[in-house]
């Protein structure tokens, strides 16, 4: 019998030490038991992602700068900046109406002058 042949086994997984400068050797999974590890797995990842993050891992965040963070975030753009783009905007409304009233007017010059001919 050898323990390493998993054709003995039924494929089933199994683990065996490594003989040293020996590669390492993959477990083989008989196809019945494919679906009934991938439910175990989903069923353990759905309880580790439940319970968040590990307790050490919360204890540790130090949240005694956020506000200072999300204020500083407030002025990611420059006073100047904005004020140079609400100029802009402001300008480009003018300019938007001006283009509509000269249209208007364009279509009620092609409008006279089809009257006139």
């Given at each position: 019998e050898?323990p ?5 086994d ?6 065996h030490?490594?003989k040293?400068g020996?590669?390492?050797r ?14 175990e797995?989903?069923?353990?990842f759905v309880?580790?992602r439940?319970?968040?993050p590990p307790?050490?891992?919360q204890?540790?965040?130090d949240n005694?700068?956020?506000g200072?963070y999300?204020e500083a ?5 420059p006073e100047?900046?904005l004020?140079?783009w609400d ?7 003018e300019?938007h109406?001006?283009l509509?009233r000269r249209?208007?007017?364009?279509s009620?010059?092609a409008?006279l002058?089809?009257?006139?001919s």
């Amino acid at each position: 019998e050898d323990p390493t042949d998993p054709a003995q086994d039924g494929g089933n997984v199994r683990s065996h030490s490594q003989k040293p400068g020996s590669t390492p050797r993959i477990p083989t999974i008989q196809v019945d038991h494919v679906l009934t590890i991938l439910r175990e797995f989903l069923r353990e990842f759905v309880k580790l992602r439940d319970e968040g993050p590990p307790k050490e891992i919360q204890d540790v965040r130090d949240n005694s700068k956020d506000g200072e963070y999300w204020e500083a975030l407030t002025r990611v753009i420059p006073e100047r900046t904005l004020k140079l783009w609400d100029a802009l905007g402001a300008a480009l409304l003018e300019y938007h109406k001006v283009l509509t009233r000269r249209s208007e007017l364009f279509s009620e010059a092609a409008a006279l002058q089809r009257q006139n001919s």
